[in-house]
């Protein structure tokens, strides 16, 4: 067999590969968001991008946000408080009695009259 005769395996009409020029879908991520009326929401982002701290939920339009357990923007569940709910929230009755008598006798010790 003439050596000459050795076909190149090249095919007629081969082209360069392609396929690695094709766009690859950039990586994504999924994104949860929750809004006060807990619905539920996620978003793709691309990968590279930095998550928004808030998102409008597409169902109510309240800002949803991405910490289910603390959506933006929900209603404080307290209503308002005097002070005085305040204080009593933080001392027992006990410790308030204590602290008015302590009070009583600063006071009463400051005026100069005997304690009790
Ligand atoms: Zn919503």
Same mark, same amino acid.
């Given at each position: 067999?003439?050596?000459?005769?050795?076909?190149?395996?090249?095919?007629?009409?081969?082209?360069?590969?392609?396929?690695?020029?094709?766009?690859?879908?950039?990586?994504?991520?999924?994104?949860?968001?929750?809004?006060?009326?807990?619905?539920?929401?996620?978003i793709?982002?691309?990968?590279?991008?930095?998550?928004?701290?808030v998102?409008?939920?597409?169902?109510?339009?309240? &800002?949803?946000?991405r910490?289910?357990?603390?959506?933006?923007g929900?209603?404080?569940?307290? &209503?308002?408080?005097?002070?005085?709910?305040?204080?009593?929230?933080?001392?027992?009755?006990?410790?308030?009695?204590a602290?008015?008598?302590?009070a009583?006798?600063?006071?009463?010790?400051?005026?100069?009259?005997?304690?009790?």
């Amino acid at each position: 067999m003439p050596i000459g005769n050795v076909i190149r395996g090249t095919r007629v009409g081969s082209a360069p590969d392609h396929r690695a020029e094709r766009h690859q879908p950039a990586p994504c991520r999924t994104v949860a968001y929750w809004c006060r009326n807990d619905h539920h929401t996620q978003i793709r982002l691309a990968a590279e991008v930095e998550a928004p701290e808030v998102w409008d939920c597409p169902r109510c339009g309240l &800002p949803a946000g991405r910490d289910a357990q603390n959506p933006p923007g929900r209603a404080r569940p307290e &209503p308002y408080k005097t002070h005085l709910a305040y204080v009593k929230e933080r001392r027992t009755a006990e410790e308030g009695a204590a602290i008015l008598a302590e009070a009583l006798a600063d006071l009463r010790r400051r005026r100069g009259r005997p304690v009790s």
